[in-house]
């Protein structure tokens, strides 16, 4: 806190009564840090890398430690969809009534083989990629993909959120501000 950069406006004097009390950022700055640190997963857990996705939340992963603790299951509450396995092509428009549920911002991680390319199924009942039906922002490999992985995952995904623009939208003239 004490290595605040000058900014104008704010002279010497200032900047060092401002060192130990204040943090000078930008709002959207602000916006993205939170929401890098406050992410609600929804696991569309379908298959066996269910139980990778359960570990996630035990003593040596502790998911808690990055800010996605508390799954959600209403896609309403989620702004994360976590993709768990194999979706089959009966699934896919289910899998996009959650996606179009879910409020903005949202973000979604393709978990495993089979969530991502369908894995080693080749057959006409499982979708070659979820891909193919919503935008994926993360794809976690393996199968099941070991937690390391997923964790390394949602660190992309956090940094990710963090560099993006923030859309802020003035309730008084409801206009959205992108800064």
Do not use: H
């Not at 996605?68 to 979706?87: K, S």
């Amino acid at each position: 806190m004490a290595n605040i950069k000058q900014i104008s406006g704010v002279g010497k004097g200032d900047e060092a009564m401002l060192a130990d009390t204040a943090i000078l950022t930008r709002l959207d700055k602000a916006v993205g840090w939170a929401r890098k640190f406050s992410i609600f997963p929804y696991p569309f857990a379908t298959a066996c890398c269910a139980m990778e996705y359960m570990v996630l939340s035990t003593t040596p992963y502790d998911i808690d430690r990055f800010g996605a603790l508390l799954p959600r299951f209403t896609p309403r509450q989620a702004d994360l969809l976590m993709v768990v396995g194999t979706v089959t092509v009966r699934q896919g428009p289910i899998l996009r009534r959650v996606y179009d549920q879910m409020a903005e911002p949202k973000w979604v991680m393709a978990f495993g083989a089979c969530a991502s390319t369908g894995g080693f199924y080749d057959n006409y009942s499982t979708l070659p990629g979820i891909d193919r039906i919503i935008p994926v922002d993360v794809y976690v490999p393996g199968c099941p993909p070991r937690p390391e992985g997923v964790l390394d995952g949602l660190m992309a995904l956090q940094r990710k959120i963090q560099s993006q623009k923030q859309k802020l939208i003035d309730r008084r003239d409801e206009t959205v501000v992108v800064s």
